[in-house]
Nanobody, 123 residues
Framework: QVQLIESGGGVVQAGGSLRLSCLAS????????MAWFRQAPGKEREFVARITGGTSDPSYSDSVKGRFTISSDNAKNTVYLQMNSLRPEDTAVYYC????????????????WGQGTQVTVSS
């Protein structure tokens, strides 16, 4: 069983930055896609960003493109989400997920999920 542990959440003012980290307990052959999702109170889970092992090939939701950057350090089994120019609407619990290449942007197919880390952006 792969465990994903997120960290780095907190409270920040609008316009500020945070960096989230997701540490995987081990690498698995099938979990070559790492992604970040978020869920705000009363809203559905939303895709934020994903990165594919080996080729990198990051992709982002339109709402965060140009402000967030996903990266990975395979030697450390860690994926990062650098969040800049944060807005109040970015407030949510952020989840890290890992899955095979067929994992979808709606979250279906991801096999492993972290417990989430809260990000709160004040106006």
């Amino acid at each position: 069983q792969v465990q994903l542990i997120e960290s780095g959440g907190g409270v920040v003012q609008a316009g500020g930055s945070l960096r989230l980290s997701c540490l995987a307990s081990r690498r698995t052959f099938s979990s070559i896609v790492m992604a970040w999702f978020r869920q705000a109170p009363g809203k559905e889970r939303e895709f934020v960003a994903r990165i594919t092992g080996g080729t990198s090939d990051p992709s982002y939701s339109d709402s965060v493109k140009g402000r967030f950057t996903i990266s990975s350090d395979n030697a450390k089994n860690t994926v990062y989400l650098q969040m800049n120019s944060l807005r109040p609407e970015d407030t949510a619990v952020y989840y890290c997920a890992a899955g095979p290449i067929v994992s979808r942007l709606d979250g279906v197919g991801f096999e492993h999920w972290g417990q989430g880390t809260q990000v709160t952006v004040s106006s």
